[in-house]
């Protein structure tokens, strides 16, 4: 084969696959920025309950960003990752998975991040600007000093 064929074979394998391609369910736990020829490299393992993950990893379904660290994963910055749960606090930018609202927050959790508790959706519940509704449910009265004073709305059935 051609030098010319190998690298288009190559190129289109990369571009397909896209560059820092994850496989399903994996995320990177370490950098070597001398790797791959000095351009930096990832190590990458599946996504445990507890795993610290460098940022800019993917967060795999049905996890949430719990703890933050300024130094991990080599000065990068690291974030611990769990299995959702009722009443687990998470960091800022942490995804809500479905069925879960927001209920509470602090501005000085996850090292300085900002926090955020999840609970599992039920009826009564205050929930915070910016939360998701799931089905079923809906925002009802604005009580102002709900969600650590950011204001809240009452969830109720639909």
Request: proline share 6%; aromatic share 8%.
């Amino acid at each position: 084969m051609s030098t010319h064929r190998m690298w288009k074979r190559v190129a289109t394998t990369v571009a397909a696959r896209g560059i820092g391609a994850f496989d399903p369910g994996n995320v990177n736990t370490d950098h070597d920025p001398k790797g791959c020829g000095g351009r930096g490299s990832w190590y990458q393992e599946p996504v445990r309950d507890g795993i610290w993950t460098c940022s800019g990893s993917p967060v795999v379904a049905g996890y949430v960003i719990t703890d933050h660290s300024k130094p991990g994963c080599r000065g990068n910055g690291a974030w611990r990752h769990n299995v959702v749960s009722d009443g687990i606090w998470t960091c800022s930018g942490s995804p809500v998975v479905t069925g879960y609202v927001i209920t509470g927050h602090q501005r000085t959790g996850c090292d300085g991040a900002g926090a955020w508790l999840h609970n599992i959706a039920r009826v009564g519940l205050l929930t915070c600007p910016g939360s998701p509704v799931p089905a079923g449910f809906r925002s009802t009265t604005y009580q102002a000093g709900g969600c650590n004073g950011l204001g809240a709305r009452v969830l109720a059935r639909a």
